[in-house]
C-alpha cells in the first residue's frame, strides 16, 4: 500500500503565499510523477501542477507564472509554492502520485486533500 499525505493548507488574503506539502510512503518501487489536483465547490477536479520523475514539470494555464511545483531529489516528496493567490484559487487540494508498486503494478495513490481559501 501506499500512504499519501498533505500538509499546509489555510487561509490567506489575495495576492498571498503558501506552500503546499505532499509525501508519500510505503510499498513504492519507483515513483512515475507527483502533482497536484483542485477541486472547488461545485466544480470538477481539475489538474493544478505535474512534475515527473525526470523533473519535467506541466502547469495549468491559471496557475502559470505564479505556482511551482518541485520534487527533492531522492524524496517522495513533492511541494507546490503559491505565489500571489486569487479567490479563484479558493479550492480543496489533493496530491496524487504515479507509483510502481512491483516491477509491473501501478496506480495513482491521491491523498485526503488539504483547504486552501483565499480572501477577497
Known amino acids: 500500500q501506499v500512504q499519501v499525505v498533505e500538509s499546509g493548507g489555510g487561509l490567506v488574503q489575495d495576492g498571498g503565499s503558501l506552500r503546499l506539502s505532499c509525501a508519500a510512503s510505503g510499498s513504492i518501487f519507483h515513483v512515475v510523477s507527483m502533482g497536484w489536483y483542485r477541486q472547488a465547490p461545485g466544480k470538477q477536479r481539475e489538474s493544478v501542477a505535474i512534475?515527473?520523475?525526470?523533473?519535467?514539470?506541466d502547469y495549468a494555464d491559471s496557475v502559470k507564472g505564479r505556482f511551482t511545483i518541485s520534487r527533492p531529489n531522492a524524496k517522495n516528496t513533492v511541494y507546490l509554492q503559491m505565489n500571489d493567490l486569487k479567490p479563484e484559487d479558493t479550492a480543496a487540494y489533493y496530491c496524487?502520485?504515479?507509483?510502481?508498486?512491483?516491477?509491473?503494478?501501478?496506480?495513482?495513490?491521491w491523498g485526503q486533500g488539504t483547504q486552501v481559501t483565499v480572501s477577497s
Open positions: 512534475i515527473t520523475s525526470g523533473h519535467s514539470t
Open positions: 496524487v502520485v504515479r507509483a510502481y508498486t512491483t516491477v509491473r503494478d501501478w496506480d495513482d495513490y
